[in-house]
């Protein structure tokens, strides 16, 4: 692995203790290895120590928050806190379009990817923050982790993602990376409440000002 994106790895730390890393992924890096990825987060942190590992995934297109254990038992509390979900996601979307209900809970059912027979439900908690020019900044809380699920609850909603090139057909965005950002999480770690926020890509913030949007990722507040 090349100095530059271990490098790259380093600066996106935005907080570290003995037990986990928060980083900022950037856009276009895969969290795993597969069969056409050159490169992933998970083979730089193996790089780094062996001890590293992976407690939940974004997509490769995905921006944002991403937890990194530090070693085996960290691993197996973020692991049962991620199934019990006693960790609150929120992410960001510039999305096309504004939905009917401004603020609402979504039920979906989401055919399995790898087995296009099998099917299940999924749950969303959407708000949206700024609607202007057609365009809308909605707030996700994902309760189920279903591949692709906010990309698809957009497109549902009649107002697909931005640059989103799987369920946004429109042809204007077809140069624009996917404005989807995983931008909060909070949790209890070992009696301790933790709270991160991400910055948003520069994509993101060009995309806002071309289109006068004003907005402030600090400013937002929880459901």
């Not at 730089?44 to 254990?69: A, C, M, P, Q, W």
């Not at 973020?78 to 979504?106: R, V």
């Not at 698809?152 to 624009?176: A, H, W």
Request: net charge positive.
């Amino acid at each position: 692995i090349s100095g530059e994106f271990i490098n790259k790895f380093k600066s996106s730390i935005i907080y570290e203790n003995k037990d986990f890393i928060v980083i900022n992924k950037w856009n276009d890096i895969a969290t795993q290895g597969g069969s056409k990825i050159n490169i992933s987060i998970n083979e730089i942190i193996k790089f780094i120590s062996d001890e590293y590992n992976l407690v939940h995934r974004l997509d490769k297109d995905t921006s944002g928050l991403l937890i990194i254990s530090k070693n085996y038992k960290s691993s197996k509390i973020f692991g049962k806190m991620f199934k019990d979900q006693q960790i609150e996601k929120y992410y960001l979307a510039i999305c096309q379009g504004i939905p009917k209900n401004l603020n609402s809970n979504l039920k979906l059912k989401i055919i399995d990817k790898k087995n296009p027979t099998k099917s299940s439900y999924s749950f969303t908690k959407y708000k949206v923050l700024i609607k202007k020019n057609k365009i809308s900044i909605i707030l996700f809380s994902p309760k189920t982790g279903k591949t692709h699920q906010l990309r698809i609850v957009s497109k549902r909603l009649g107002c697909p993602i931005v640059g989103d090139k799987k369920y946004n057909i429109n042809i204007n965005n077809t140069k624009e990376k996917l404005k989807l950002n995983a931008s909060r999480l909070k949790f209890n770690f070992k009696n301790k409440e933790y709270i991160f926020t991400s910055n948003l890509p520069i994509h993101f913030s060009n995309y806002l000002k071309n289109n006068q949007i004003k907005f402030n990722i600090k400013s937002f507040q929880d459901y």
